[in-house]
């Protein structure tokens, strides 16, 4: 009898122990991953969970352009100004925290400048 509720109890702890220990997800970004755009005035995360920006590195040709993110707000949102950009391919590499519980976030993503 014992057998017929390991399984189950198993499956639920590792349901609720994977529950527990998820944290903010980048759920969308603008500019767009991968899009073709006219210069952006600002680079914007959104996220299922509130964060702090704490920096993003923009990279052109190689060479990285300085970012503010001035002082951290938190939000399900997060935005940096970006300076003016010429056309061609950018990568942008971002940091943020987790309000909740401080966890490191760091991720990357591209986008593309028109030369209209």
Same mark, same amino acid.
Not at 18 to 38: C, F, I, M, N, Y
Not at 62 to 72: A, L, T
């Given at each position: 009898?014992?057998k017929?509720? &390991?399984?189950?109890l *198993?499956?639920a702890? +590792?349901?609720l122990?994977?529950?527990?220990?998820a !944290?903010a997800?980048l759920?969308a970004?603008?500019?767009? @991953?991968? %899009?073709t /755009?006219?210069?952006?005035?600002?680079v914007?995360?959104?996220?299922d969970?509130? /964060?702090? +920006?704490t920096?993003? @590195?923009?990279? !052109?040709?190689?060479k990285?352009?300085?970012?503010?993110v001035?002082k951290?707000?938190p939000?399900?949102?997060? %935005?940096?100004? +970006?300076?003016? +950009?010429?056309p061609? /391919?950018y990568? &942008?590499?971002?940091?943020a925290i *987790?309000?909740?519980?401080?966890h490191?976030l *760091?991720g990357?993503?591209g986008?593309? &400048? %028109?030369?209209?």
């Amino acid at each position: 009898m014992l057998k017929r509720f &390991v399984a189950p109890l *198993t499956i639920a702890c +590792l349901f609720l122990s994977g529950q527990a220990l998820a !944290h903010a997800r980048l759920e969308a970004t603008s500019p767009a @991953k991968d %899009s073709t /755009v006219a210069a952006p005035k600002t680079v914007s995360l959104t996220f299922d969970d509130p /964060v702090m +920006l704490t920096s993003v @590195k923009l990279t !052109h040709d190689g060479k990285e352009m300085p970012v503010d993110v001035g002082k951290p707000k938190p939000g399900t949102t997060v %935005s940096a100004d +970006l300076p003016a +950009l010429a056309p061609g /391919v950018y990568t &942008v590499r971002w940091g943020a925290i *987790t309000e909740e519980d401080g966890h490191a976030l *760091t991720g990357s993503f591209g986008f593309t &400048v %028109s030369g209209n």
